[in-house]
């Protein structure tokens, strides 16, 4: 019988307790089931290259926050030393150990941007930060993050991507909607419909005011910056979606 694993993790500390736990593959100690990550990477690296040209550049200047240690942390690394980028991963030690090392990359580890005080890094042409905004907005200083890594970007040409951010409200309307009613019943016929529920206070939950609000701060900062969608084919677009903030 297959073990039972629980997605449900709080955030950084829980990632550094599942990277210890060998029951788990790469995948699942990152918080996805190998079902909706197996065979994608290169899907998922097709649609940040789209928005974040420079972060498959050879020879390019790369940030990962939060790299994780899944097969799509395993392809951005190996990617990267094949095409010769100068890339920095960083997470906790726990989560750095599981994932291989390459001729021009470094680790750093710790929570960002607290690792900072460690040394200077940068600037980068692109930073990104994929499927990590989550846990920062339920335990951290979300435009503290946002805002650390706006600062390493390089001035002339760098950019940041927020990939994979989880919306409730884009969840809402999604389950709402006839394709989403079809959608559930096709792939869940055995479950009542989802509780969808308007006007009610969702702690630690990235909403459409959190989203907006960082695009409204970034370009108050004199940032340009754009929410835009996950291509049809990820297999969580139909509630997630990316933040793309980049000097103008
Ligand atoms: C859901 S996993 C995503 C991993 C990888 N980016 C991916 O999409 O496959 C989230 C990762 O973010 C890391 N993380 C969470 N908060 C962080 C922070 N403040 N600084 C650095 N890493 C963080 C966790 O340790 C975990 O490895």
């Known amino acids: 019988m297959s073990k039972i694993v629980d997605y ?18 790469g995948n699942q100690k990152s918080g996805f089931p190998d079902d909706l990550r197996n065979g994608q990477s290169e899907i998922i690296l097709a649609d940040i290259d789209s928005k974040l040209p420079a972060f498959g550049r050879p020879g390019a200047r790369v940030l990962d926050i939060g790299i994780g240690c899944s097969d799509l942390s395993r392809a951005i690394i190996a990617r990267a030393s094949e095409r010769q980028q100068n890339l920095v991963v960083i997470d ?37 930060s994929y499927s990590v905004l989550q846990y920062v907005f339920s335990e951290a200083n979300l435009n503290n993050f946002i805002e650390s890594a706006l600062l ?3 001035e002339t040409s760098g950019a940041l991507l927020l990939g994979d951010i989880p919306n409730s409200s884009m969840r809402k309307r999604f389950f709402e909607s006839n394709a989403g009613r079809l959608h559930h019943a096709e792939h ?22 959190v989203v907006l609000a960082i695009l409204a701060r970034a370009r108050a900062a004199g940032f340009q910056a754009f929410v835009l969608p996950q291509g049809a084919q990820l297999p ?8 793309l903030i980049k000097r103008p």
């Open 92 to 128: 906790s030690p726990e989560v750095l150990a599981e994932i291989q090392d390459g001729p021009s990359i470094t680790k750093i580890a710790g929570p960002f941007p607290d690792c900072l005080a460690r040394g200077p890094i940068g600037p980068f042409d692109a930073v990104l």
């Open 152 to 154: 390493l970007l390089d």
């Open 8 to 25: 449900d993790v709080a955030g950084y500390e829980s990632f550094r307790q599942r990277a210890r736990n060998t029951e788990l593959s």
């Open 188 to 209: 869940y016929p055995d479950r009542p419909p989802p509780n969808v529920r308007f006007n009610a206070l969702e702690p630690r939950q990235i909403d459409d005011t």
């Open 236 to 243: 969580m677009a139909n509630r997630r979606e990316d933040i």
